[in-house]
């Protein structure tokens, strides 16, 4: 079993910044690709960005590219989301999940989900 506990949203301005922390316990923790999706009410979770095991591999989103970067400290079992020029666009509820995809879309099947934190972004 694996824990997954999100902290770090909240209400910013636009052109603001906020980092989203996963704390991450279980089993084997360090050895899982960790991802962070977003959902808006009505619609499916999408992939935001994701991470694999060693930090090496990344994957973002188009619509976030050059302003997110996500990051993992496998000392602390933490994976982060720091989250630049943010905009009322990026306002969702945030999930940190383990990816457990194959092949070239990795990033792209979750398994395990945090409880989510909110980000609202005001214009």
């Known amino acids: 079993q694996v824990q997954l506990v999100e902290s770090g949203g909240g209400l910013v301005q636009a052109g603001g910044s906020l980092r989203l922390s996963c704390a991450v316990s279980?089993?084997?923790?360090?050895?899982?690709?960790m991802g962070w999706r977003r959902q808006a009410p009505g619609k499916e979770r999408e992939v935001v960005a994701a991470?694999?095991?060693?930090?090496?591999?990344?994957y973002y989103a188009d619509s976030v590219k050059g302003r997110f970067t996500i990051s993992r400290d496998n000392a602390k079992n933490t994976v982060y989301l720091q989250m630049n020029s943010l905009q009322p666009e990026d306002t969702d509820v945030y999930y940190c999940?383990?990816?457990?995809?194959?092949?070239?879309?990795?990033?792209?099947?979750?398994?395990?989900w945090g409880q989510g934190t909110q980000v609202t972004v005001s214009s």
């Open positions: 999940n383990v990816a457990i995809g194959i092949g070239s879309r990795w990033y792209d099947a979750s398994g395990y």
């Open positions: 279980g089993r084997t923790s360090s050895t899982y690709a």
């Open positions: 991470i694999n095991w060693s930090g090496g591999t990344t």
